[in-house]
């Protein structure tokens, strides 16, 4: 019996980690000893293990990850005893080389023989769903199957890193297989959660659709007097919808909650695909939609807005809710969240950052609160951008006072190349260890940077609304 230790680093993480808790179910038909722990633990870092496996995310959560690894080192015999997978250690696993010495792996572990002689597939194992239990860490939604029915995607979309994690698009496992073995070790879950990337492209997607309703999972099921639900999780292509109808009415047998469509870039048959999936998905009943809304890659300030514009046209004409989901693009090869596309500044990307946490990461359907939180038209929403943090995060508040109004006449009385250039000189402080030094030398826009760093300070952190 070896004593195995699970870490998740302390990252923010909404969904378990699912090639953990298959390494779990591994470990623990081997009659190991399995621990699992989120960061670094003082207790578990004074245990001798005889294997740490540790998670990876996102690539920017890389440093992260490498100070997991480092506090962890002394506990086992060997430094390559520490095994590290997972999204980041895949895309970059040099930038975890150069920096400490591990084992780790790339890709999904698909083969027989990675971990040892006798190890099978872990991507085939079923996730041990009791190990999330033993920590104080609330991962959504409960009570559900975490399946996977494909690998890989269809598209080979460049913002996307699913091309270089997972080169080829095929049939990964069956899904009725995944759910009885679940079953047979862990009880009956209430919801499914899909993590597929593109699953409607499969050709034969009529079948796996009928293989979930077949599992009770039929529009309008219940169990224990509560609704099941279906989320894939990854969202459904609005384009593949588009081309063949029949997939809004295959869709429209299961209970999908919520239905994630993305909305990545804008172009005249990309706009088609969305409208018009929306709309066949309407037909079937569906009135609440969430939308992926990728930004600050190859598109502008403009497009941004114009898709929620979209959204707020839709919700007015069909009568339903499609909430935006606006995520920043982050290149693959990044270790840090800064990157800023050249169409996009510093100021415009933080701005949407504190209006997304105003509003709790989501675009509101109504199309007031969207013109409330960011603007009527083109203009106001930049300016809405380029308001100092704090108006943003408190519109009423420093209205009221009267500080909001007068940085907007202050910055309305700047020319459109003065406005870049005042943009231009915001991201350049921000990144400026010696701000307050900068700012003593700087004479113009002195008065309108008063409002961003108030004496040449930057202002307090709030933590709550005045």
Known sequence: MSNILLVEPDYGSK??????????????????????????????????????????????????????IKYYQQSVLSSKDIFVGGIGATLLPDYIREQVDCTIIEGQIEQPGILGPNSPPIAEMVPDYD?????????????????RITKGCV????????????????????????????????????????????????????????DIRSLGFERGA??????????????????????????????????LKPIRLAFDFVSKSMERDYRTSIKLLVDQGFGSFTNYMLYNFKDTPTDFYYRLRINAELNNQLGIRVSGFPMRYIPPTETQRGYVSPNWNWRYLRGIQCVL??????????????????????????????????????????????????????????????????????????????????????????????????????????????
């Open 357 to 466: 946490q105003a509003t709790h990461g989501l675009v509101s359907p109504r199309t007031e609160f969207m013109h409330a939180a960011f603007g009527e038209s083109q203009e106001e929403f930049e300016e809405i951008l380029s308001m100092p943090d704090r108006y943003i995060l408190f519109r009423e508040h420093f209205k009221h006072n009267g500080a909001s109004d007068g940085w907007r006449k202050q910055f309305r009385m700047l020319s459109r190349s003065e406005r870049g250039d005042f943009l231009t000189l915001l991201g350049t402080l921000h990144a400026d260890r010696k701000r307050k030094d900068a700012i003593k030398g700087i004479k113009k826009f002195r008065d309108l940077l008063e409002h961003y760093y108030p004496g040449g300070n930057s202002p307090p952190a709030i933590t709550g609304a005045p």
């Open 15 to 68: 969904f378990p980690p699912l090639g953990l808790m298959k390494l779990s179910s591994w470990h623990k038909q081997c009659g190991d000893q399995v621990n699992f722990v989120r960061g670094c633990d003082r207790e578990k870092k004074n245990f001798h293990w005889h294997r740490i496996y540790i998670s990876s995310l996102f690539t920017w959560e890389l440093p992260r990850t490498v100070k997991t």
């Open 222 to 255: 219940k169990r224990n007097g509560r609704m099941m639900t279906v989320d894939f999780n990854q969202g459904i292509d609005a384009r593949l919808i588009a081309k063949k109808p029949i997939l809004a009415k295959l869709l429209g047998t299961l209970p």
């Open 131 to 147: 190990l999330i239990q033993s920590v104080d860490y609330s991962y959504t939604p409960e009570n559900a199957y975490f399946l």
């Open 155 to 210: 598209r080979s979309c460049k913002f996307c890193a699913v091309p270089q994690l997972e080169k080829e698009f095929g049939y990964l496992s069956d899904i009725k297989d995944q759910v009885k073995r679940t079953n047979n070790e862990f009880g009956e879950k209430q919801h499914m959660v899909i993590m597929d990337n593109n699953v409607l492209a499969l050709k034969d997607i009529e079948d796996r659709i009928k």
